[in-house]
């Protein structure tokens, strides 16, 4: 069964082996169903970057936040850039982007909290969203990882951010990766094949096969995040791996690459209810 679970409600899938292990947290990423946006966003889409009416998107979001017990005032985001930097969610930062994506916390990939009541989300449409949790110290995050951000290495780089700022070890992180496009849909030139294997050495076997033609390879970066935050020091049997594919399954999900770029976005979303 794959981790991530549809319940009662169509428009997010739950986590829901965190969920029950650890009842203040809720986790999940919604899907592309039972929303207010229109045409080629139809129908729950959550990014305000997208041309999608913002008053749409706006209440998507404010749905999904309550609906999961959180005051949309608790909605904080960034402005996604496929890179590898981490913010640590300070007061000043709660519910940053919520309104508008000029307001998002600028250039960041990566969000952090130990605080409880802010519902991190940030956006996907084939990206591979990253889920982190340290239940000793009670630090959540998500980070985005696209190919550029898989290679500059944002999975490890959140694992040390929370171990060194939270004085714990990574063997006591929880990951989660959620769906994203699969090595079945996802073609991808020697250029971005190279930077893989830069990165994971000898293991890109693992992750590349032979594509279409020469020079093109069918990459697994669900797979590659794994192998990183393995290597990262979290612990084999710690990390949840989906097996949705966001391409195969547009019924379900939003997909970049197979809708050639007109499409809305999905939100991956973590927060902590109080203690």
């Excluded at 550029?148 to 929370?162: D, F, K, L, S, Y």
């Excluded at 390879?217 to 990390?239: S, V």
Aim: one cysteine or more.
């Amino acid at each position: 069964m794959d981790p991530f679970v549809m319940q009662e409600r169509e428009f997010m899938l739950r986590l829901t082996d965190w969920e029950r292990r650890w009842p203040r947290l809720v986790a999940g990423f919604s899907t592309r169903k039972g929303g207010a946006s229109q045409e080629a966003f139809d129908s729950f889409n959550c990014g305000l970057h997208v041309g999608d009416i913002p008053e749409h998107v706006i209440e998507n979001r404010r749905k999904l936040a309550e609906e999961n017990g959180f005051s949309y005032a608790s909605f904080t985001c960034a402005d996604q850039v496929h890179g590898n930097e981490i913010r640590i969610i300070a007061d000043s930062d709660v519910g940053a982007g919520r309104m508008a994506n000029e307001e998002a916390i600028a250039r960041t990939d990566g969000l952090l909290t130990d605080k409880a009541n802010v519902f991190l989300a940030s956006f996907y449409a084939d990206c591979v969203p990253l889920f982190f949790y340290a239940p000793e110290v009670q630090v959540i995050g998500v980070a985005h990882a696209g190919w550029r951000g898989t290679v500059a290495r944002i999975g490890p780089r959140m694992v040390e951010t929370i171990a060194r700022t939270w004085n714990t070890r990574p063997e006591d992180i929880f990951a989660a990766i959620g769906p994203s496009i699969g090595a079945c849909c996802y073609e991808v030139s020697d250029m971005v094949a190279d930077r893989i294997k830069e990165v994971i050495g000898d293991k890109s076997s693992c992750v590349l096969v032979a594509g279409s033609e020469a020079g093109k390879y069918m990459l697994n970066l669900q797979e590659t995040n794994r192998i990183l935050l393995e290597e990262a020091g979290i612990l084999p049997g710690c990390i949840e791996v989906s097996h949705l594919c966001t391409s195969c399954r547009t019924d379900l999900f939003f997909s970049h690459r197979k809708e050639n770029g007109k499409t809305g976005r999905m939100a991956a979303f973590i927060a902590l209810k109080e203690g």
